[in-house]
């Protein structure tokens, strides 16, 4: 079994910045894609930021150059690093990855998701 545990959420004031870590823990093979969303009040989940293969990112157009996507192979770990931050940011943010098991089957995992709130 995995699991994503995301962290750094929090309450910041337009203009901020906060780094949010997702960490993957579980016994597996290897992870192929991680990457993060986000759900607004009344908003459907959307993609923020992600890796796509290799070392290779997408990002939604709202966040391109304020967000930045990294991540620590050793430590399984993706972090999104917010800059300017907007009170429209407010949000879920969730991780999610794309987990090849130790039988080699692919499985897509979600965390539990970590609040940020930008006050205006």
């Known amino acids: 079994q995995v699991q994503l545990v995301e962290s750094g959420g929090a309450l910041v004031q337009a203009g901020g910045s906060l780094r949010l870590s997702c960490a993957a823990s579980?016994?597996?093979?290897?992870?192929?894609?991680m990457g993060w969303y986000r759900q607004g009040p009344g908003k459907q989940r959307e993609l923020v930021a992600t890796f796509t293969s290799g070392s290779d990112t997408h990002y939604a157009d709202s966040v391109k150059g304020r967000f930045t996507i990294s991540r620590d192979n050793a430590k399984n770990t993706v972090y999104l690093q917010m800059n300017s931050l907007k009170p429209e940011d407010t949000a879920v943010y969730y991780c999610n990855a794309y987990v090849v098991g130790n039988g080699f089957q692919s499985s897509n995992y979600w965390g539990q998701g970590t609040q940020v709130t930008v006050a205006s």
């Open positions: 579980g016994s597996f093979f290897r992870i192929d894609v």
